[in-house]
């Protein structure tokens, strides 16, 4: 599982900022979770909230916002989501694997090597959205 | 405003990682993955931790050449590398058997991202990067979040392929990256203790001061090039 590393990344990013902007206590953080990474958000914040402790995010409210995938073939214009492929992409790179873990999970832009328009079938589309982990904003006190 | 978490995972890892070696060409078949490897090896057997990172994302060969295979996984330290001789390798071609490995722009540069901010490469003297032919996403993203701690290893054939890869030494001249070697792959033949040169004349002559290695066309077997490149190794470092 890719939780704890992105967690940790995460932390490492806020951290840092903090240091450079000289913020000494947040109040709220606003994270985009990208769908693309599939990962367990309540896993995932649970070992954000525990590297935080201790950092000026330590009372901070930490808010995570789903941003869902979009794809855009460039072949026919369709537009989809992950749910449309989601299970036929699964099933692809699985095969007979028991506990399998995908690559896009760790990798989320693999994705282009693993999924095909579900319209025309072509592998020329673009990940419009939802690929990766943002922060979107923070709010704190100086 | 902070934004890709990614970018500042990037610094964190690279502070671990003391050079960067980039071994290129710009042209491709020239052999840029058979030398990565070798130069991977050698490094090793000096005793240096070394990683190899396959930045082909169309055309991974580093884990064919290393017999490298399997699902990805990680812990709370991030993605692990596989290890094969006691290198640290990372290869989509590990994972991925069989699938058009499509990608471009946003996405490919991401692909390079996810690999430098995630692979928990630990601590390295060495992360030898193969790199595609071309100079493009993949060549800018290395060069882009690798600045300070690079070197670069240049891989030609004679005759044909100069032109072009006089090209990518101009641009690594450009970046200011420095140039330690130069590898003549495919350089000759030999014929009943004749040398031939096969396409052209192996001594090619590029403007750039480093070591030039001319290499024997066939026959070379990885654990051959590691040798001569162990008799030049402290160019690289």
């Known amino acids: 599982m890719h939780e704890g590393s992105l967690a940790y990344s995460t932390a490492t990013a806020l951290i840092e900022y903090a240091k450079e902007h000289n913020i000494k206590r947040a109040t709220k953080v606003e994270i985009g979770i990208g769908e693309l990474t599939m990962i367990d958000e309540e896993i995932y914040k649970n070992w954000l909230i525990e590297m935080l402790k201790g950092s000026p995010y330590d009372s901070a409210e930490i808010r995570l916002v789903k941003e869902p995938v979009r794809f855009k073939c460039n072949i026919c214009n369709y537009n989809w989501s992950l749910d449309e492929v989601k299970e036929k992409v699964i099933e692809n790179i699985c095969k007979e694997i028991v506990d399998c873990d995908t690559p896009i999970h760790y990798l989320p832009e693999i994705a282009q090597a693993y999924v095909t328009c579900p319209k025309c079938n072509s592998r020329d589309f673009e990940i419009i959205s939802g690929e990766g982990i943002i922060i979107r904003s923070i709010n704190y006190v100086e | ?237």
């Open chain 2, 1 to 237: 405003m902070l934004n890709d978490v990614r970018d500042y995972a990037i610094k964190k890892r690279l502070q671990n990682i003391s050079k960067v070696i980039l071994v290129g060409s710009g042209k491709g078949g020239v052999g840029k993955s058979t030398i990565a490897v070798a130069l991977s090896l050698a490094l090793k057997d000096v005793g240096y931790e070394v990683g190899l990172l396959d930045a082909d994302i169309h055309g991974p060969t580093d884990a064919i050449l290393l017999s490298v295979k399997g699902q990805l996984s990680g812990d709370r330290d991030g993605i692990s590398p596989y290890v094969k001789y006691g290198i640290k390798v990372m290869s989509i071609g590990a994972f991925s058997e069989g699938e058009p490995l499509v990608s471009y722009g946003k996405a490919k540069i991401g692909l390079i991202k996810d690999m430098l901010a995630y692979v928990n490469w630990g601590k390295l003297d060495y992360l030898v990067v193969d790199l595609p032919p071309g100079i493009g996403d993949e060549v800018l993203g290395i060069a882009r979040y690798s600045r300070g701690k690079l070197n670069g290893v240049v891989v030609t054939t004679p005759g044909i392929s100069v032109p072009v890869v006089q090209r990518f030494i101009n641009f690594l001249k450009g970046e200011g990256i420095p140039i330690s070697l130069v590898i003549i792959n495919m350089a000759y033949i030999n014929c009943d203790g004749k040398k031939i040169s096969l396409f052209g004349n192996e001594d090619v002559l590029f403007e750039y001061p480093s070591v030039k290695i001319p290499l024997i066309v066939g026959g070379n077997k990885i654990n051959e090039i590691k040798n001569t490149l162990l008799s030049f190794i402290n160019y690289v470092r």
